[in-house]
T-cell receptor, first 114, second 113 residues
Framework: DAGVIQSPRHEVTEMGQEVTLRCKPI?????LFWYRQTMMRGLELLIY????????DSGMPEDRFSAKMPNASFSTLKIQPSEPRDSAVYFCASTPNYSNQPQHFGDGTRLSIL | KQEVTQIPAALSVPEGENLVLNCSFT??????LQWFRQDPGKGLTSLLL?????REQTSGRLNASLDKSSGRSTLYIAASQPGDSATYLCAALNTGTASKLTFGTGTRLQVTL
């Protein structure tokens, strides 16, 4: 059974460029989460979806960040324009339903903005 | 606003030792408390989930306890092995926040031979 799949695993790009991170949740999971992990701030929830609908995006740091979930098997997190302070590891996670189930995490995308 | 703290930040123990990792949270109105493991370069793996009505959960050599009134949870690892070396994170899910987990900053565990 495939887990949560994220791509790319690593991304290095220059400041100002558009960055798109991709996530395929576990089949049948209705909730999808995007997190950012840094040494300074730990693991932070950016946004989460339930049944493809964004439920809470209060963790999205700025308008430069946007996320979409066009269908149940795919989500993107986009940063435009990117800045060096966006450098972090971005994780996607999914769960069968709200709240009472453990979240299953992908291996993350390590993003470096030069 | 929920705040989750984990102490110690790092721990090194010899193989075979029993150990306890601590997690404290400021808001006791939680739905559940979750423990995760993170290996270097990897995502988080769920270890145990304790519902707010439960006192503890066990899985193999792992035992997690929850005391809501004092805002504490512990993860007990019995007979530690080098393969247990990883970062352990706890996370609290508050009532009324749907699926928003608040994570601690983790305890980095090293089990030496």
């Amino acid at each position: 059974d495939a887990g949560v799949i994220q791509s790319p695993r690593h991304e290095v790009t220059e400041m100002g460029q558009e960055v798109t991170l991709r996530c395929k949740p576990i089949s049948g999971h209705n909730s999808l989460f995007w997190y950012r992990q840094t040494m300074m701030r730990g693991l932070e929830l950016l946004i989460y979806f339930n049944n493809n609908v964004p439920i809470d995006d209060s963790g999205m740091p700025e308008d430069r960040f946007s996320a979409k979930m066009p269908n149940a098997s795919f989500s993107t997190l986009k940063i435009q324009p990117s800045e060096p302070r966006d450098s972090a590891v971005y994780f996607c996670a999914s769960t069968p339903n709200y709240s009472n189930q453990p979240q299953h995490f992908g291996d993350g995308t390590r993003l470096s903005i030069l | 606003k929920q705040e989750v703290t984990q102490i110690p930040a790092a721990l090194s123990v010899p193989e075979g030792e029993n150990l306890v990792l601590n997690c404290s949270f400021t808001d006791s109105a939680i739905y559940n408390l979750q423990w995760f493991r993170q290996d270097p370069g990897k995502g988080l793996t769920s270890l145990l989930l304790i519902q707010s009505s439960q006192r503890e959960q066990t899985s193999g050599r792992l035992n997690a306890s929850l005391d809501k009134s004092s805002g504490r949870s512990t993860l007990y690892i019995a007979a530690s092995q080098p393969g247990d070396s990883a970062t352990y994170l706890c996370a609290a899910l508050n009532t009324g926040t749907a699926s928003k987990l608040t994570f601690g900053t983790g305890t980095r565990l090293q089990v030496t031979l």
